[in-house]
């Protein structure tokens, strides 16, 4: 059973385009956290969520912790062909084991020229 | 400023030998914790150590994975007698921050991959 579920898992798209992908659960986490991964490499921190209904933007991302703790979004506006990457969601189930994520697969996103 | 070092980058090993990866942490963290990314899977916790102390090794299996991080040098992820169903992307990934309270941000390596033949 996969505690996080990405959608969509893979995403093709042209350059200019707007486009939001997901990350639900049915379990509450205390933070969640957003990270790119290229090809080859490990996962780069983008973004921190902690409070339930925060919004972060980071230039053209958008990321949205659902107001339950339970999901989160994050919007790419004018997608660039330097945001191809996996996108990973990440949880932490309690502030007890806050460092233990919870890893999503993750939504492989293509952005064409 | 260094971030996460991990060596070697990438590792082959016939079944049944050792193997034995290395992770540096970002400079004045003291958390180091361990992830395996196995094909098509997401990155699955494995272990959380402070310097010389295992504090949480529910994701390590319970044979043959075994894990360090001495007060001097990297800590060292250790895997004896490999299969081939321990091939995967090993990820370490290093904190300033006792995680006790609040959000905690892990920064990751690049990670070793481990290829059993």
């Known amino acids: 059973t996969q505690l996080l579920e990405q959608s969509p898992q893979f995403l093709s798209i042209q350059e200019g385009e707007n486009l939001t992908v997901y990350c639900n659960s049915s379990?509450?986490?205390?933070?969640l956290q957003w990270y790119r991964q290229e090809p080859g490499e490990g996962p780069v921190l983008l973004v921190t969520?902690?409070?339930?209904?925060e919004v972060k933007k980071l230039k053209r991302l958008t990321f949205q912790f659902g107001d339950a703790r339970k999901d989160s979004s994050l919007h790419i506006t004018a997608a660039q062909t330097g945001d191809t990457g996996l996108y990973l969601c990440?949880?932490?189930?309690?502030?007890?084991?806050?460092?233990?994520?919870?890893f999503g697969k993750g939504t492989l996103l293509t952005v064409n020229p | 400023n260094a971030g996460v070092m991990q060596n070697p980058r990438h590792l082959v090993r016939r079944r049944g030998q050792e193997a034995r990866l290395r992770c540096s942490p970002m400079?004045?963290?003291?958390?180091v914790y361990w992830y395996r990314q196995l094909p098509e899977e997401g990155l699955k916790f494995m272990v959380y150590?402070?310097?010389?102390?295992?504090?949480?090794e529910s994701g390590m299996p319970k044979e043959r994975f075994s894990a360090e991080f001495p007060k001097e040098g990297p800590s060292i992820l250790r895997i004896q007698q490999v299969v081939r169903g321990d091939s995967a992307a090993y990820f370490c990934?290093?904190?300033?921050?006792?995680?006790?309270?609040?959000?905690?941000?892990?920064?990751f390596g690049p990670g070793t991959r481990l290829t059993v033949l």
């Open positions: 990934a290093s904190s300033p921050l006792q995680p006790s309270t609040g959000a905690d941000t892990q920064y």
């Open positions: 969520v902690v409070t339930g209904g």
């Open positions: 379990s509450v986490f205390s933070s």
């Open positions: 990440a949880g932490a189930r309690s502030r007890g084991s806050n460092y233990k994520l919870t």
């Open positions: 150590l402070q310097k010389e102390n295992i504090i949480d």
């Open positions: 400079k004045g963290h003291s958390h």
